[in-house]
């Protein structure tokens, strides 16, 4: 398909751009296949706005006399306001830029068309492979092993090709475990905890449906993990009474009887449309310009966000807790294991490891726990907060993951080698990106798609120098230690970083960032000039003394 | 009394064991055991509620709530010893006279000359000259020199240099409680003022010439503008009610030139309340999201404190922006007028965004004009509907627009929570009585010391490390976003949920920032000396010059001083569940959050509510082994734990 035929008026003059806290600009309108550039014509203060049709979530239009305005909302959350003279070329426009962010193929995508500028050093799509996390595991253990049983994606299509198991399972065993759990999520490794072994396995639920079915390799493949005369934590991530029911569908839960060294714990986690209705709602009190301050809060109680921030990060405390402080084992599920499960693992690794709050470790993180682990990202992201389609599979889950590290972020802001500005880029990038690296749901469609291939990862770009300096944390101090977050209300904030990022003035609070970067700048400048003296005086000092000597 | 259980509110599996002494002026729980022991402090003066509960298994609880937001809650074994405590404590915080009251005995051991000098610190002439006053348009006037006039305002008072004292005399009879217009606030760049004053005895039709010409000759003394803003700070419904007690507010038709504006600001019932209702959010045990949001809005009490920032702004957008001048009232001038007024004055003038400033600023508006601390914040014993959180609302005002304008203001959070302690705790004589009448007849000055010679004395630990007096966002008026931005305000949980420690962020920015600028400082220092020795030195060997100087090693280890800075950090009950699993973890006892609740020293090593104490605890000799050394660094209380659980920031 040729994106010409899609584009029936490729350029409007005369438009004027409308933005919160901006005065509105008038310049040139542009459309190409991917993108929708304005560019002011103004000599003296040039400006270019350049934006993904793919960040587009839902586009309006309007009409006044021949005037015609479409506001066109983003999955970043920005709204911005476009007047465009001439009812044609409105429409025109309009049509084009619907048809354009609503590509069904993902092929068509641009970054299958994106074409970098900067030189790759590191490619990104080899930067965290299994093999490497695993050489970092066997230097502590020899009670894991890399098995390669879903190399062909044949025995769980939303596994990756390697997995870690314990080592007395064989792959025998582990294919019938699959068939024993939903979509054939077989329990993995997904954290060792270094200090006293404990580790945190995930998975599906176990297909026990209503006559309590039971599978003697699963209940070995889970106790293989336990010191003897120890007991573990089975933390489902759904309500009992959710839990129960899904054992008419075919799913269900462990039975103690079946697996009486584990105790299991429910910890309610909402998924899909409640998660999606919960964002919309947010961000349309964000949005709600009237002067009410009651209205205000009781908006943001309505919406529920940040019921859910602390339901997640209770559970993930709570897996944490079990780990560290109970010196148990642990093993997440809730029913597929895409979703809040990856909510409670990869939360738990950033309380537990500190490794994890480094740049380098998150993108590990984000890689094991999420694109490996198969979170469906493309159904997850296809639309955001502005988004009308209502699909079941549309969810924030991803962006509740991000909001709740922001959370921990903010009540230890020396312990994380990142920034905010690093968590709302990895947002951006989830819903509306020029890298392959958020495509697809799950490995073996990426394989498919030949994304390594095709397309630039992510990670490519964001860790050289030009571009990591601007994701770094300035009060970074490595902290070694296991971070407990509050989970009290008064300690949960809003995200203001992504939901009033459009519509405050930031102004002041980016002036701080500055102030707080020159301060520790100029320190460490002073450190290294003393140090370069302290070293030179100490070198003349000992010529003194060895003249002295002569 | 011994083996009293101290109960954190937080995780009810905590309880510490100790001891309870009643000295005359603080109630002290010393923990057993442990062997940096841990103590609470709390000042009679700052008990606002003491409730006896019903006796249970375990013992009699009482629950003792703050002013300062502390909340004690104590298990005492025998109900005759908790029927006891609670009949001593009732009757000591509430004491009748001034003189009961711990300035008149708290000797921070400072000598009569020093006293004076900490008295001199804030000086209101000196700060009316500052403004520019008196000038060709503002004088002073000795009207009120034996407070003849108004009892409740100060003896110097500023007014247009036109007016009489016969019109004086004559407005403030006009005035309830003869609060009559005065100068607050003075812009020198275009001459627009802020002028104070209570309600006009209008009634329905009631005038008053002396009154008519006063507002007059406030509008002139700013000849760039043709009219003048009269500000009332109540919703009109109130003003109007006011009317049929000869009260009210003025008429325009009456008044030459006047642009009469109401701005809804609710009366002190109203804010008593909502703080209550607030309080009770703040307290609950693990409140879900929803109760503690639902809570909050339904207290009302950020919608208020919104209220008074939009009449603030409203203020200085007139007096910045439109030159004009303003009157602002409210019904006795001395709660919401204060509040507005300082507010405004904040806005307007970079001055009192610094630590002496914002002092200046206090005594100006609040102590000077007669706010009534005495009876607001309950000191001595009076009628419970005359208690409310006033200024506590304007130190929060200034704290919302610290979070807005984070490189505006001098100092930081922490100086704002002391002052909210010591408005309460009557350590300091500043905010005794209700007016400055009545502090003179006491002679506070000579019998008491000032707070603000302490703040200051201990400046550094309240500075704003992001604050430079030549940043742009330090200058000049700030512009805080009016509405639509209802979501600026936020709940501001280091004051109301203060002694929680486990809410708050556990690393503190501010603190590190500190920390680096400090050891910047010292950096500087050494630099210079190594230049110097370096030049000597080179010097030397360039003359072949051999002097056997004992060169001192000055190089010192540097360190960042965070490393004590240790923060508490244990896990909350994040679930029930895990209670009934019986745990061979030898960790158990460490589960819940340690942190040092309800000390009220962590904060503050170098507050002398603390350190006074040593001179109080004649009585209690346990307790002299570990006096703390007045202003000295206390290490942080919460240092001794789990070191896995402590998260150091070393350098």
Not at chain 1, 250 to 269: D, L
Not at chain 2, 386 to 410: G, K, N, R, T, Y
Request: charged residues 25%; contains cysteine.
């Amino acid at each position: 398909m040729e994106f010409a035929e899609l584009i029936k008026t490729p350029r409007a003059d005369n438009v004027a751009l409308h933005r919160p806290f901006y005065p509105a600009v008038e310049g040139t309108l542009c459309l190409t296949g991917h993108h929708l550039i304005f560019s002011s014509r103004r000599q003296d203060n040039a400006e270019e706005l350049w934006l993904l049709h793919s960040n587009i979530d839902s586009i309006e239009k309007r009409f006044v006399g021949s005037l015609g305005t479409i506001i066109i909302k983003c999955k970043d959350l920005r709204i911005i306001q476009l007047d465009i003279p001439g009812m044609e070329e409105c429409l025109n426009i309009a049509s084009s830029i619907e048809a354009l962010s609503t590509l069904d193929s993902v092929t068509l995508m641009y970054p299958f068309f994106y074409r970098p500028m900067f030189e790759v050093v590191e490619d990104g799509w080899r930067s965290f492979l299994p093999d490497q996390e695993f050489e970092l595991l066997s230097s502590a253990t020899d009670e894991w092993r890399l098995s390669c049983i879903n190399k062909e994606f044949s025995v769980c299509p939303s596994y990756p090709p390697v997995v870690i198991v314990p080592k007395s399972i064989d792959d025998e065993a582990l294919r019938k475990v699959a068939m024993f759990r939903h979509g054939s999520r077989f329990p993995v490794l997904s954290y060792y905890h270094k200090k006293n072994g404990m580790v945190m396995m995930r998975s599906s639920q176990p297909l026990t449906g209503t006559n309590g079915k039971r599978c003697k390799e699963d209940e070995k493949l889970i106790n293989a993990t336990l010191r003897p005369g120890k007991r573990g934590y089975i933390i489902d991530t759904r309500s009992l009474n959710v839990a129960q029911q899904a054992r008419a569908k075919g799913g269900g839960f462990e039975q103690e009887v079946h697996y009486p060294q584990w105790r299991r714990i429910h910890k309610c986690i909402e998924r899909f449309n409640i998660l999606q209705e919960s964002l919309i709602k947010l961000v349309e009190a964000c949005n709600d310009q009237s002067h009410n301050m009651d209205r205000w809060l009781s908006k943001l109680e309505a919406s529920n966000w940040l019921t859910h921030i602390k339901e997640i990060l209770t559970a993930a405390c709570l897996a944490a807790q079990c780990i560290d402080r109970e010196g148990a084992s642990v093993l997440v599920h809730g029913t597929e294991g895409t979703d809040s499960t990856l909510q409670v693992t990869s939360l738990a690794q950033i309380i537990l490891d500190p490794r994890c709050r480094t740049i380098r470790g998150f993108e590990s993180l984000v890689v094991r726990e999420w694109l490996q682990a198969g979170h469906p990202f493309q159904q997850r992201c296809a639309q955001s907060a502005y988004s009308n389609s209502k699909q079941k599979w549309e969810a924030p889950v991803f962006l509740l993951f991000l909001d709740c590290v922001w959370q921990i972020l903010r009540q230890f802001p020396c312990s994380f080698e990142f920034n905010e500005q690093f968590l709302i880029m990895l947002f951006e990038h989830a819903y509306a990106s020029q890298f392959g690296t958020f495509l697809g749901n799950n490995e073996s469609e990426r394989s498919k798609l030949k994304l390594p291939q095709k397309t630039m990862s992510l990670w490519s770009w964001v860790n050289r120098s030009e571009e990591l300096c601007k994701f770094q944390n300035p009060l970074f101090e490595a902290n070694s230690l296991v971070i407990w977050p509050s989970v009290a209300p008064q300690s949960l904030q809003l995200w203001e970083g992504v939901f009033l990022r459009w519509n405050r003035p930031s102004k002041f609070l980016d002036e701080a960032q500055e102030e707080m970067i020159s301060i520790i700048k100029y320190n460490k400048e002073l450190q290294a000039k003393v140090n370069a003296l302290r070293r030179q005086l100490a070198e003349l000092e000992t010529d003194d003394r060895m003249q002295e000597n002569l | 009394v011994e083996n009293v259980r101290l109960l954190d509110r937080l995780s009810s599996r905590k309880a510490t064991l100790g001891t309870l002494y009643l000295t005359a002026t603080h109630v002290i729980f010393v923990e057993n055991g442990s062997e940096a022991r841990k103590e609470t402090w709390v000042l009679h003066s700052q008990i606002s509620s003491i409730e006896k509960q019903a006796t249970t298994a375990t013992g009699c609880p009482l629950l003792i709530r703050c002013k300062n937001f502390q909340v004690i809650q104590l298990v005492i074994p025998q109900e005759r010893d908790c029927h006891d405590i609670y009949i001593s404590l009732i009757r000591l915080a509430r004491p009748v006279k001034y003189e009961e009251l711990y300035c008149f005995s708290f000797n921070p051991k400072l000598d009569k000359e020093e006293r004076e000098q900490g008295w001199k610190l804030v000086n209101l002439t000196e700060e009316y000259n500052r403004m520019g006053v008196p000038n060709n348009y503002w004088q002073i006037s000795d009207v009120n020199r034996d407070y003849g006039v108004c009892d409740s305002y100060p003896t110097e008072v500023y007014v247009p240099r036109s007016v009489t004292a016969h019109i004086i005399v004559g407005s403030s009879k006009f005035r309830s409680r003869r609060r009559f217009p005065a100068l607050s606030y003075y812009c020198k760049d275009n001459n627009a003022s802020i002028c104070r004053s209570s309600q006009p005895l209008s009634g329905f039709s009631a005038r008053c010439l002396e009154d008519e010409q006063m507002l007059q000759a406030i509008r002139k003394a700013n000849p760039g503008s043709d009219f003048l803003y009269v500000v009332d700070t109540r919703p009109k419904l109130n003003a109007m009610a006011n009317r049929a007690a000869g009260k009210g507010y003025e008429n325009e038709d009456n008044y030459s030139n006047i642009k009469f504006q109401f701005i809804g600001i609710e009366n002190i019932h109203v804010m008593r309340n909502s703080l209550q209702k607030m309080l009770e959010v703040c307290e609950l045990k693990s409140p879900s999201m929803s109760d503690f949001l639902w809570g909050l809005e339904n207290s009302g009490w950020l919608k208020h404190i919104k209220a008074i920032m939009d009449a603030g702004i409203f203020i200085a957008k007139a007096v910045a922006e439109e030159g004009v001048s303003v009157l602002v009232h409210c019904s006795d001038g001395w709660d919401r007028t204060a509040q507005v007024c300082s507010v405004a004055s904040l806005l307007l003038d970079p001055y009192y965004r610094t630590v002496k400033g914002f002092m200046v600023l206090i005594e100006k508006d609040w102590v000077s004009f007669g706010h009534k601390f005495n009876h607001r914040y309950g000191n001595l014993d009076g009628d419970p509907k005359e208690i409310s959180p006033v200024i506590d609302q304007f130190l929060e005002c200034v704290w919302q627009l610290m979070e807005q304008f984070p490189c505006a203001f001098e100092f930081n959070e922490r100086f704002l929570i002391h002052i909210q302690h010591h408005i309460y705790s009557c350590q300091f004589g500043n905010f005794l009585c209700n007016s400055q009448k009545e502090r003179r007849e006491l002679k506070i000055q000579e019998r008491t010391y000032s707070l603000w010679a302490h703040l200051w004395k201990n400046r550094v630990d309240y500075l704003n490390p992001l604050y430079r007096a030549d940043h742009s966002q330090t200058r000049g008026t700030l512009c805080p976003q009016m509405a639509p931005c209802n979501f600026l305000y936020k709940f501001w949980s280091g004051m109301y949920n203060r002694f929680e420690k486990g809410l708050h962020p556990r690393q503190s920015v501010t603190d590190y920032l500190m920390a680096v600028k400090e050891e910047t400082q010292q950096l500087e220092e050494e630099l210079e000396v190594l230049r110097e020795r370096l030049a000597n030195l080179q010097k030397s060997q360039l003359n072949d010059y051999k002097v056997k100087s004992k060169q001192q090693d000055r190089s010192k280890q540097l360190g960042l001083s965070t490393s004590d800075n240790s923060l508490a950090n244990t896990p909350q009950e994040y679930s029930n569940d895990l209670k009934s699993f019986p745990s061979r973890s030898p960790s158990q006892g460490d589960e819940e959050d340690s942190a040092l609740i309800l000390t009220q020293d962590n904060l503050k090593s170098s507050d002398p509510d603390l350190s006074a104490a040593s001179d109080q605890e004649s009585g209690v000799e346990d307790l002299s082994c570990r006096s703390p050394s007045g202003g000295g660094c206390l290490p942080s209380e919460d240092s001794g734990k789990d070191s896995d659980e402590a998260v150091f920031l070393a350098a």
